[in-house]
């Protein structure tokens, strides 16, 4: 069973948020949301691109767009080793397929930077 659909395309950025705290389970997306994050923080990135589907799109800030779930846990293990994501608010979207689509907000602990920077 594939948890997150791909989105073909980024929709422009929400503006309202609302504040980010573990989420209850209610939905298969927002599981995979909360999982995202926790394999991540393990820097477990295999898991973390498990949660696309396999032709996902991985939309990071500041760089192209990674697609596949080999070339995200590949992306992931490259770039995001050693940090720490701390979310603090969500956007949620209804897409016209129907999909949804999260965004969120918050801070990243990386070596580079110290206090936490925000994403």
């Known amino acids: 069973m594939t948890l997150v659909t791909k989105v073909t395309k980024p929709t422009q ?13 209610e939905g298969a997306s927002e599981r995979a949301v909360s999982l995202y994050f926790e394999t991540l923080n393990t820097a477990d990135f295999q898991a973390t691109a498990a949660l696309f589907a396999a032709d996902g799109v991985l939309y990071p800030p500041f760089d192209s767009a990674v697609m596949g779930r080999d070339a995200i846990a590949a992306y992931l293990d490259t770039e995001a080793k050693n940090m720490k994501f701390s979310p603090s608010r969500k956007a949620v979207e209804i ?3 129907g999909d949804v689509q999260y965004q969120m907000a918050g801070k990243v602990q990386t070596s580079l930077f110290s206090p936490l920077p925000s994403f």
């Open 13 to 25: 950025p929400v503006s309202e948020f609302s504040e980010f705290s573990e989420f209850t389970a």
């Open 95 to 97: 897409l016209e397929t």
